[in-house]
């Protein structure tokens, strides 16, 4: 059974910086490409960006491009988020996703 859990959320300042991990189990992850998405308070769970497997090519949505780094360590079957000068507009629950598995998320609150 493929399971996701996500962690290292939590309240950040604006302009801080926070990794976000996704722990992968119960399936091959380095033969998955891997999303993270984020859904804030009454909006649409939107795509944050992605990794492929193989050689990890990565993509990400406008919104945090430059602010963000997809990265996987397939040894560790871990993926992780890495966003710095974070706004208070990502404040979002922020998910981890492999084929049709999503993990359970993450809070991440950026507020003074």
């Known amino acids: 059974q493929m399971q996701l859990v996500e962690s290292g959320g939590g309240l950040v300042q604006p302009g801080g910086s926070l990794r976000l991990s996704c722990a992968a189990s119960g399936f091959t992850f380095s033969t998955y490409g891997m999303d993270w998405y984020r859904q804030a308070p009454g909006k649409e769970r939107e795509l944050v960006g992605g990794i492929s497997s193989g050689y990890g090519s990565t993509f990400y949505a406008a919104s945090v491009r430059g602010r963000a780094t997809i990265s996987r360590d397939n040894d560790k079957n871990t993926l992780y988020l890495q966003m710095s000068n974070l706004k208070p507009e990502d404040t979002a629950v922020y998910y981890c996703?492999?084929?049709?598995?999503w993990g359970q998320g993450t809070q991440v609150t950026v507020s003074s």
């Open positions: 996703r492999a084929g049709r598995a």
